[in-house]
């Protein structure tokens, strides 16, 4: 492939993945028998990728990469090509120069650059496989450094990483490539429809795959767009009208299904699932006389229904229409045939401010000017400012004073960025007694008080419970912020009854966050149900520490509409005094 010259478009934009090609680059520079500058160059530019603070797509199309301290005019073209392409020519060459498997070895725990290229050079072992089989014959003990220990714990290592390779993904990890490649195949030559399926298109928490559903007369063309495709790191396998890839970033799994598009509404109906609003579905087809399959709707006489929609799969089965996040057998098949879907859930769109955001007054990355126009870029009319409060230390915690300083600099903002309106928060600690971290007297003069814990988790359920309650007690206190403290995949969440604190949320007039950050989606959807069921307000929060996680509002409103929240429901779908006054609501 020839580097594409003209920095057009970023298609690789995910830091993480691109700082992890360096330092796969520079460990094969090392396996070729190199060493010194060249080398470290790739590890260093590596570093500074992985820790910028702004936007990586923005930085290489405004040609602004040689800007960066140790990133020289060599560097700065291949870097350029991987963004805008998505691959890297230099590194596609060498690599094709060692066994397909070879970098796979140094994702194992323990294993590094050095004991990959004794493995390689002494053993010729190019892949996990060959490193069990060698394990297991007894061959690795013989190598200078390694012995039988080292034998058992690579075994081990490899049982661990297996494991974590069949872990779902973080739906913040996978949307963000599934639309992508979705624009792509949208695009490709003869495509009349294209949709996401499966648990991305429901906005499942975590994924173990991305589901891509199309319409073409010709499935050919199509499928070559995604095998094709920028990032894409294998082709899995592809036939007639499915085509299955596995990309560089997140060693994600994508499957794309091509088929004439009256089949289409059917198809992508199957393929959004879930399995068990299906199961519901086709046994209400049943009793109709209909049959439901993957391949469409059947009469009992074997004729097809045309079926154009997926809103008129419902109509033929006497039901409102599901909207793809509730499909999940949770009571909305039923709630949908009574008639009794809530048909004005929240959208992105109906978000007019976002919740929860810090700056480099804290632990943030871009300044509150930065912020304020981001986030108008985004169409959105305020953003909280909540900084961490004095006890936070670790997380820049602001002092008194501090804070003081801080609205000088946000009233100077509000007037530098006309249409925007930063509003002076807190994300104030929830001490161990319950006590927030700030007087009343400075939590009075604030216009949005969230209060969260962030240190001692793992107090007992009582504790935990008489903390919290403590909190919503605090006459200043607006928003509970990510009220059951979990990290999807990381970290539980607290030992806490969570109904009371609903319930004295209500009470007490406090809104509850549903926070959009990918890894926390904090309170949960089935939560979200459980406080719209009893009246509890909600914001959706962004819990930004640089100006892209802004986009994590997404996030939030997604985990809302699994949860049935309405608009009504969700208080900063407000303008910025009413949300305020809500807020301000006993
Ligand atoms: P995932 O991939 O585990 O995050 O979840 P899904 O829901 O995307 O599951 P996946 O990718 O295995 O299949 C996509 C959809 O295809 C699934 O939601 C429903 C449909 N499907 C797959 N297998 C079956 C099946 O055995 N029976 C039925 N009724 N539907 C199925
Ligand atoms: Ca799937
Ligand atoms: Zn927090």
Redesign the pocket.
């Known amino acids: 492939m020839t580097p594409d010259v003209t920095p057009s478009t970023a298609v690789l934009t995910d830091k993480a993945a691109v700082a992890q090609l360096l330092r796969d680059m520079s460990l094969l520079l090392q396996l070729q028998g190199q060493s010194g500058f060249r080398v470290r160059a790739y590890d260093i530019a590596a570093d500074r990728i992985a820790n910028l603070p702004q936007d990586l797509g923005a930085i290489v199309t405004e040609g602004r990469l040689q800007e960066l301290q140790g990133i020289g005019p060599g560097l700065a073209e291949k870097l350029t090509e991987l963004v805008t392409t998505g691959r890297m020519t230099a590194f596609e060459e060498l690599k094709a120069q060692f066994p397909a498997g070879l970098l796979e070895l140094m994702k194992l725990p323990d294993v590094g650059p050095k004991k990959v290229a004794a493995l390689w050079s002494e053993l010729q072992v190019g892949s996990v496989e060959d490193l069990e089989r060698a394990c297991k014959d007894g061959r690795v003990r013989e190598l200078k450094g390694f012995g039988p220990k080292s034998e058992a714990k690579l075994l081990d290592g490899i049982a661990v990483y297996r494991r974590a390779r069949g872990e779902?993904k973080l739906l913040g990890d996978a949307l963000p490539i599934a639309e992508g490649l979705l624009e792509r195949i949208r695009q490709a030559p003869g495509v009349v429809r294209a949709s996401l399926?499966?648990?991305?298109r429901?906005r499942?928490e975590?994924?173990?795959?991305v589901?891509l559903i199309a319409s073409a007369k010709e499935a050919g063309p199509v499928l070559d767009a995604l095998a094709n495709a920028p990032g894409v790191a294998t082709v899995i396998g592809k036939g007639d009208s499915k085509c299955s890839v596995r990309m560089v970033q997140g060693d994600l799994q994508v499957?794309l299904r091509v088929l004439p598009d009256e089949d289409f509404a059917t198809a992508l109906h199957?393929?959004?699932?879930?399995?068990a609003h299906?199961?519901r579905l086709?046994n209400l087809g049943h009793e109709k006389g209909l049959k439901i399959s993957?391949w469409g709707v059947h009469r009992e006489d074997g004729t097809k229904v045309p079926v154009p929609d997926e809103a008129t799969l419902y109509r033929l089965l006497g039901m409102q229409e599901v909207p793809p996040e509730l499909r999940e057998d949770n009571g909305e098949v039923e709630a949908a045939r009574a008639g009794k879907l809530p048909e004005d859930l929240v959208t992105l769109e109906d978000v007019q401010g976002a919740v929860h955001a810090h700056s480099t007054w804290s632990d943030g990355r871009n300044t509150l000017e930065e912020m304020a126009r981001a986030a108008q870029a985004l169409g959105l009319k305020y953003l909280t400012i909540t900084e961490h409060s004095e006890a936070a230390i670790h997380a820049g915690g602001l002092k008194v004073d501090d804070l003081k300083r801080q609205w000088e600099e946000i009233d100077r903002v509000n007037a530098a960025v006309p249409g925007m309106r930063l509003l002076k928060g807190i994300e104030v600690d929830i001490l161990e007694s319950g006590a927030l971290d700030y007087a009343d007297s400075v939590l009075e003069q604030l216009e949005v008080v969230i209060a969260s814990i962030h240190v001692r988790h793992s107090m007992d359920e009582d504790q935990m419970t008489r903390r919290v309650l403590a909190a919503l007690d605090n006459p200043h206190l607006h928003i509970l912020g990510h009220p059951t403290g979990r990290l999807i995949q990381s970290r539980e969440p607290y030992a806490l009854r969570m109904e009371e604190v609903l319930e004295r949320a209500r009470e007490r007039g406090v809104a509850v966050e549903i926070n959009g950050k990918p890894a926390r989606l904090d309170i949960k959807s089935e939560y979200v149900r459980q406080a719209v069921g009893r009246g509890v307000k909600l914001v959706v929060s962004c819990d930004a520490h640089r100006q892209e996680d802004l986009k994590n509002l997404a996030f939030a409103v997604a985990t809302a509409r699994r949860g049935w929240a309405r608009k009504q429901d969700i208080l900063n779908t407000r303008s910025a005094e009413s949300f305020l006054a809500a807020l301000r609501e006993r």
């Open positions: 779902r399926g499966g648990s991305v429901r499942a975590t994924v173990s795959d589901d499957d199957h393929f959004t699932g879930s399995k299906h199961i086709r993957e």
